[in-house]
């Protein structure tokens, strides 16, 4: 596997995965009324979003998206054809790593409140805890920079 900085021409890929997905699924024509569209991901690139693309046995099978500024990891999504091979842990880890070296010290995501969506068990087995506030049927995750020391106040 390998994981890669996502460009302009991944684009096409990013959309069909995530719209392919199983859980938190959303159409192209949902995802366009949230204002996710082939033409933003262009200005998400200029704005310095982290995206990424993992690319196994020669397909893209998974993407994530960071969004910097606000802390956050936006999305990350595994085509179903390729879940429970590591893609969502080894992009997770990339995302985590990129946010956490520029700057962030506590880093979030949201994702469907419902607990029996897999994202769940997902997240905190890789160390996020819910902090229970929920939005719109969303609830928030936060994960701290684990090289800072409680007695790390620079």
């Not at 021409?9 to 024509?29: G, K, P, Q, T």
């Not at 999305?75 to 969502?88: I, Q, S, T």
């Not at 995501?109 to 997240?123: Q, S």
């Amino acid at each position: 596997m390998k994981i890669r900085k996502a460009s302009t021409s991944d684009v096409s890929a990013i959309f069909a995965i995530r719209s392919r997905v199983r859980e938190n699924h959303l159409s192209v024509d949902q995802l366009a009324e949230r204002g996710i569209t082939k033409a933003a991901f262009g200005k998400w690139i200029a704005d310095g979003y982290g995206m990424w693309v993992a690319d196994l046995d020669g397909a893209a099978a998974g993407f994530a998206i960071a969004i910097p500024h606000e802390a956050t990891l936006w999305a990350l999504f595994v085509d179903p054809d390729f879940e429970g091979r590591g893609v969502g842990r080894a992009l997770l880890r990339v995302a985590e790593e990129w946010l956490f070296a520029k700057g962030c010290n506590d880093i979030s995501l949201t994702t469907d409140a419902d607990p029996k969506i897999r994202a769940h068990g997902f997240y905190e087995s890789h160390g996020w805890h819910c902090t229970g506030d929920a939005d719109k049927g969303q609830v928030e995750y936060i994960k701290s920079n684990p090289t800072l020391s409680l007695f790390d106040f620079g």
